[in-house]
């Protein structure tokens, strides 16, 4: 069965960092195109980061370019997203998604499998 496991979230100061990881096991993830996306209190889950199979393809929503990175080791089946200089407004539950299409980009119902989630909150 195919599980995605999230962490390192916490609570952090704004202008700070935190690396989240998503170790991915139950299948053989190569083919994958993995996520990550986020839930605030009271509002809708949103995408976040995308990173393609072969990892030539990456994707940003605008409010974490240049401050997010999202990267994979495929040998250890995890993906990454390095989160700098955060501001309060990143507070959520940031979810981990995996999709066998290879490259799954904003659209979260191109996503099949989806870990647990892991809270990050930036205070300010």
Do not use: H
Request: with cysteine.
């Amino acid at each position: 069965q195919v599980q995605l496991v999230e962490s390192g979230g916490g609570l952090v100061q704004a202008g700070g960092s935190l690396r989240l990881s998503c170790a991915a096991s139950g299948g053989t993830f190569s083919g994958y195109g993995m996520g990550w996306f986020r839930q605030a209190p009271g509002k809708e889950r949103e995408f976040v980061a995308a990173i393609s199979w072969s990892n030539d393809g990456t994707e940003y929503t605008d409010s974490v370019k240049g401050r997010f990175t999202i990267s994979r080791d495929i040998s250890a089946n995890t993906v990454y997203l390095q989160m700098n200089n955060l501001k309060p407004e990143d507070t959520a539950v940031y979810f981990c998604a995996a999709t066998p299409l290879g490259w799954g980009r904003r659209r979260a119902n191109n996503y099949t499998y989806w870990g647990q989630g892991t809270q990050v909150t930036v205070s300010s």
